[in-house]
């Protein structure tokens, strides 16, 4: 059924490319396809939306196709860039795509060769996330988070140890380590960042973890853990 909606691209014409989360789903990068599939046509075509099926007007160049079984969809690179500035693409679509399938130059080609689209802006936030890793941005994220919820009792960089922890409760003895995106992560890294876990576990802390996208994507969930963390450590 979702194929069959999929070669409704065909009928927008032989200039017509599946672009979007349509072509993230036809590249194996989404394991749901999308309930509308987005294709881009050439400025000058006549195609006009359809149920089914939303027309964006601009002109793509030849490196920016490909055709995977007889369909003309966005390049790999490309389509992630724009899929994960759709509403139910996101950082995590990008963030998983550079882990297994593309690397972070790809993606800033294809972004720059195709500025003024629609979600750009969007598009070009997630970019410089991900190229400084956003570990950085993620602490911030997290102390605004904790400061504008007028949660109180807490201090960063806190010594525990012989490390810093990146926000702690000592009242509680409850530690909040925040991470950036995945796909920076090493072997190495991660087996240190567990060694770490560990140590402060043993001296009688709970640690909790977020990544970059649990404070930009669920920022409620994270605050109603770590609220149900402190309230539990303070009986």
């Known amino acids: 059924h979702t194929a069959a909606r999929m ?16 072509a993230a789903w036809w590249h194996g990068l989404t394991r749901f396809a999308p309930d509308v599939v987005e294709v881009t046509v050439p400025r000058d075509s006549n195609g006009r939306s359809r149920y ?10 030849p490196k920016d196709i490909v055709e995977r079984n007889g369909l003309r969809l966005t390049t790999l690179p490309l ?17 998983s795509a550079l882990q297994r399938h593309v690397d972070l130059p790809q993606l800033w080609k294809a972004h720059l060769r195709n500025k003024g689209r629609y979600g750009s802006p969007a598009a070009r936030r997630l970019l410089m996330a991900a190229a400084d890793g956003a570990r ?69 802390w709970q640690v909790l973890r977020f990544t970059w996208l649990d404070l930009t994507e669920y920022p409620q969930r994270v605050l109603a853990e770590i609220r149900f963390a402190i309230g539990h450590g303070a009986r």
Do not use: C
């Open 7 to 22: 070669r409704a691209v065909w009928s927008f014409g032989e200039r017509a490319a599946a672009s979007g989360l349509a």
């Open 52 to 61: 089914g099926a939303k027309v964006r007007r601009r002109d793509l160049t």
């Open 79 to 95: 389509t992630v860039v724009e899929a994960a500035a759709r509403r139910g693409g996101g950082a995590r679509l990008m963030d």
């Open 136 to 204: 950085s941005e993620a602490e911030r994220l997290m102390i605004k988070l904790l400061r504008d919820n007028g949660i109180t009792g807490w201090k960063a960089n806190y010594p525990v140890g012989g490390y810093k922890i990146d926000v702690a409760f000592p009242a509680q003895r409850i530690a909040i380590e925040t991470d950036g995106w995945a796909f920076h992560s090493s072997q190495e890294d991660f087996q240190i960042d567990r060694e770490r876990q560990n140590k402060i576990a043993l001296l009688g």
